[in-house]
Structure formats: C-alpha cells, structure tokens
C-alpha cells in the first residue's frame, strides 16, 4: 500500500469536508454569499486537483480499519463555541490537509498536483482572512451615546460642539447635512474626522458615496435610502451600516440585510423629525425582546430627564441631536446622558467591551455592572478596532 496516496487520499477528504462545512455556515448560519461561492470554487478545484491521480489508485490505498488516526482525540474536539468557531476551524482544517497533498504529491514526484495544491492553499489563506472578518461581525459593538451632527443646530462652533461632546462620551457621531451637495460634504466629512480624531467612530448619514470618499466608518441609512444589501456589496465588509427603524417589520428587514446597528424610535415628539409619530418606550420593549443581541440606539426627542426610564427598558444606547448641538456645554450634557444611561456610575466608568456582555445586562440598565467588568456600552476606540467591532458581511 503506498502510504503517499494513502495521505493524499484521506486529506483530499478532509479538505473536501472541511469546505462543505464553511459552505454551508456561510449559507445558512451567515448567509454571506462570498464565503459560500468562494468554498464552493475551492471545493470544485480541488477536486479537479486531486483527479490528476486516478480515483482507482486512491480508493486502493484506502484504509479505514488500519488507520490507527480514528481513536486518537484531541482536546475538546467534540466541542465548539458556536457557528463561527466551526467555520475557522474547518478552514484551519483545509488549509493543513493542502500542505499534507502538497508535500505528499513532491514524494510521488507528481509536480503538476503539488503545484495545484500549492495554488490552493494561498486561496485558502484569504479565505481565513475572510472568514474572520466575518467572526468579527459576530460580535458586534454597542455604541452608548451617538451624536447626530448638525451644524444649523449647532449654538456654538460645530468643531467645538464635536470635540466636547467627545471628551463628554460621545463615542459615535452620525454626519446629517441635508442641504449640502456632495463635495461640500465630503470636505465637512473630513473636518469633523479631524476634530475628533480616532476618539469615536464617524458615521454619514444617508450617503454612502460620501462615507466612502471621505474614508468615514459607515453610513446610516433611512428606510427610503439605499438598500442595505446593496450597500453591503458597494461598501465591502468592514463598513459600518446603521438602518432606522420605527416597526418590527422594518427592523426585521434591516437585521435580515445586514444592518450593524438599528435606530430604534422615534421615542418621543422630535424637532428633527416632526413627522414622525413617536412609538414610545413599546417600541424600544418589542426591539430588544425580539434582537437582545442587535445593537441599537434609541432616538428621537430624547433628552436629560428621560433617558433613565429607557434604560429601564433596557436601553444600551442612543442618538440624539439638539440636545447635545444646542447646548452651551455639550460636554457636560453628553457626560449627564451617560450616567443616566447608565446608573451607579460615571460617565467614565461606564464604559463596556463588548455587546454579548452587554447583551447580558438586566433590563434596568447596566447598574454598578460597569464597575464589575459587565458594562452597559462601549467608549470610544480606536478607528481600525471600531470598523472590525462592527463590521459587516465579508465580500462587497
């Protein structure tokens, strides 16, 4: 029995297995059409390469009852954390059982398969680095406090207004400029990214050309903006999109797309959006119960004095405007909005890591849990650490 065709043998099975199962997470757990097409090719490819050997040769030096390999366990291989932690492992598994061909093929003297294999397994390193872009996704970031940026609203220097509301807690601001055209915006973009830095994540409101051109974090969109799904495939996998919602059935939809992260609102009676009948903390109730795990930010007509009861409700994050724009000290209202959000800290301390641990607060809020390491949301952080946090699907 020639123990070359035998490894050949048992890995192009390995390999084979271990795509079909990052194939199938990509469908039916993710439903990211990249990773899946990519398995796909991969797995047909592989195919092609291990046919340079004859399949009669292979089945010959099988031997399943001699491989002393099956009774041989590793630690905890009969466990995995969830989807994603099975996805990395099987393209783990590909990329090892390619290198087993490779060299195995050398020994043969079989050049045109080690070479074959050796195209694949480069493949096979981008597709890991895919896929763990994808896992980065999968533990999304909940923002605490969002500052949708206004300069008519503004009573001081918009700059002024960004860099205090910062240094107060803000870690998420949303660019909304209705009236300028895009080069305008694209150069305001610019200078509120230079106002506040890396301290907090820079998102455009409505236009994705403009986030793109002016390498903002992501964009937000309206019900009656881009689609989301197109956005995805425009956009490229570590942009941030952000979806309004006023319904479960839109928020159903935004969350089924791909959305990062759902406006959930309105609140309450908003100057920003007079047209919009408030849906109350009923709404906010029904989101959270139906997407404990999606971030979100409540919105509209939320002020200091009214962000307790959301919190109550369970409540991890939101956006607001005027009451921030128009203020004489931004930075002081941001700081009293993330102590009211979160209760039993300072707006320092409240500070959380990630959304499974903050998913797992109690629905007053996150209490002295900030001082204990559970968190209620997350503080600004570094941009290229905000874009993997929030990431979306893999392939544009």
Known sequence: MNAALRMIDANANRAREALRTLEDVARFAWNDRGIAEEAKALRHALQSAVALIPAADLAAARDVEGDVGTTVEGANEYTRADLSAVAQAAGGRFSEALRVIEEAAKSLGNGTLARAAESLRYRSYTLAAEVTLRVARARPRQFALCLLLTRALCRRDWRDVAREAVEGGVDLVQVREKEMDAAELVAHVRAVRDAIGSRATLVVNDRLDVALAADADGVHLGT?????????????????????????????????????????????????????????????????????????????????????????????????????????????????????????????????????????????????????GGGCANRAGAREGTREGMSGSTRA
């Open 224 to 372: 009656s903006d881009l689609p989301i799904a197109a956005a995805r495939r425009i956009a490229g996998s570590r942009f941030l999109i952000g979806a309004s919602t006023h319904s479960l059935d839109e928020a159903r939809a935004a969350v089924a797309a791909g959305a990062d992260v759902c406006g959930v609102g309105a609140m309450y009676a908003s100057a920003l959006k007079p047209e919009l009948t408030p849906s109350g903390e009923a709404y906010l109730r029904a989101f959270l119960a139906e997407f404990p795990h999606v971030p979100h930010l409540a919105i509209g007509g939320i002020s200091v004095g009214r962000i307790a009861a959301l919190a109550q409700a369970g409540c991890r994050g939101i956006a607001v405007s005027s009451a921030i724009c128009g203020a004489d000290a931004p930075g002081e209202v941001a700081r009293a909005m993330r102590v009211e959000l979160c209760p039993g800290a300072s707006s320092t301390d409240c500070a959380g890591k990630d959304f499974a641990t903050n998913a797992g607060a109690t629905s007053g809020g996150c209490g002295g849990a900030c001082r204990s």
